[in-house]
DNA sequence: GCGCTTGTTGAATTCACCTTCAACAAGCCG
DNA sequence: CGGCTTGTTGAAGGTGAATTCAACAAGCGC
C-alpha cells in the first residue's frame, strides 16, 4: 500500500512512472495499469489524479523534452569561450550510453510524429530551438572571430542538430561500433570543417 | 467475402496490408483485425497463413526496408557520373513527402529499436549498408578525380546517411519549412564542402 | 464429376484491460 | 476530538481483442 502523498507530489510521481513505462514499452503501447506499477499505485489512483492516460503521457513526454533542452541550455551557462561552448553543445546532443533516457524517449516519440500531430508540433519546436542554441553559438563564435563561417548559421545549425538525431538512433540502437564517442567525433569533424577552427580549447 | 488466391499470392497480399495497418496503427500497436482488416479477409484468414502476428510484422517491415534500399541501388544503377549519382543518391535517401510509405516506417521503426533488439538490428544493418553506398560512390569519384575528399569515406558516408535520416524524421514530422527539396539542399551543401565540388552535372 | 487439399468464414471461448464505485485511511481545520 | 476533504484500494462489470475450431467453398488431380 502506497504511502499518500499530495496531489503535487503524486502528479511529479506519476509523470516520473509514466516515462519509465514508456521506455519499457512504447508511448503509445504503454499501459494504464503498467504506469500505476511504475508509481507503485493501483490503476485506480492513477486515473484519480489523471482521468486520462493519454493527458499524463503527454505532460510526461512534455517534461523529458524540457528538461533535455534545458539540460543542454545549463551547461552551455557557463562557458564563455566559443570552441567549448561548441564542443560541449555537441555532446550534450548524443545519449550518454544505449539506455539514455531523455534520448531513447524523443527516439520513440520520433516514430510517433508520423502520425500523431500533437507530438510531431512537440518534436519540430524541439527541432527549431536546438538549431536556434546552435546559431546563437556560431554567430557569436564568428563575431569574436573564432569561427570563419561556410554557409549561413541556420544551414550549418540544422546540420548539427539533424546529425546529433541521427547518431542518437544509431546509439540508441545499439550499434556495434557507433558509440557515443565515436558519433561525437563524426559530429566535430562536420564542425571542425564549417567552422574553420580546430576547435581546440584555448589554453 | 474475399476471392480466393494462392498461398504466395496471399502472403504478398497480406505483408502490403501489414504495411498499411501498421503506417496507421505503428508497428507495435496494430492489431490482427486491422491487419485483416487492409487485406480484406478475417483475422482468422490472417492467422491461417501467420500463426503469429509478430512474424508477418517483422516479414513486411524486413521486405519494407529491402524496397527502400534496392530502390535506392537501382536508381543508381544506370549512372556513371560521380557527381550524379551522389546528387541522385543523397535525393533518393529522403522521402518524397510526409507521407511517403517507406520512410514512414523506417521512422516507425527506429522509435522501436530502443526497446527490440530484431529491429535495432535490422536498422544497423540498413545503416551500414546504407554508409558502404555512399563510400563507394566517394571513393571511386574520389578515384576519378571527381572529389578530393576532407576525410575518410567511412566518416563522410555516416554523416550523409545520418543527414538523411534525421531530415526524414522531420519530414515525416511535417516541419512547415524543413521539406524534401531544402533538406536535400542541406545534405548537398555538406555534400560539396567534403568533395570539394560543386556537383553540378557536366553539360 | 468425385474426392481431396487449401483457403476462408463466423461463432464460441477466453483473457486482459479499462472503468466505475463503494468503502476506507490519513490528515487538516474547526 | 469530530467532521470533512483528499487520496487510495479492491472488487465488480463491461468491452474488445486474440484464439480456436467446426463448417464450408473453391479449385485441382484423377
Known sequence: MATRKTRTERRADLIEAAQRAMLRHGPDGV?????????????????????DLSDLLLEANQAGMERFYSA???????????VEK???????????????????????????????????????SLFDRQVSMYQ???????????????ADS???G???????????????ARHPTLHTD???????????????SSLRVAA
Open 31 to 51: 499501459l494504464l495499469n503498467q504506469v500505476a506499477e511504475q508509481a507503485g499505485l493501483t490503476s485506480g489512483a492513477v486515473l484519480y489524479h489523471y482521468p
Open 72 to 82: 543542454r541550455m545549463r551547461r552551455l551557462a557557463g562557458l564563455t569561450d566559443p
Open 86 to 124: 561548441l564542443v560541449v553543445t555537441i555532446r550534450s546532443g548524443l545519449p550518454v550510453d544505449a539506455d539514455d533516457a531523455d534520448v531513447r524517449l524523443l527516439c520513440e516519440l520520433g516514430g510517433l510524429a508520423g502520425r500523431n500531430r500533437v507530438y510531431a508540433a512537440l518534436l519540430t
Open 136 to 150: 546563437t553559438i556560431l554567430e557569436t563564435g564568428s563575431a569574436q572571430g573564432a569561427f570563419a563561417l561556410t
Open 154 to 156: 541556420l544551414t550549418l
Open 158 to 172: 540544422r546540420n548539427l542538430v539533424a546529425l546529433e538525431d541521427a547518431y542518437g538512433y544509431r546509439i540508441v
Open 182 to 196: 565515436e558519433a561525437a567525433e563524426l559530429i566535430l569533424s562536420y564542425a571542425r570543417q564549417v567552422t574553420g
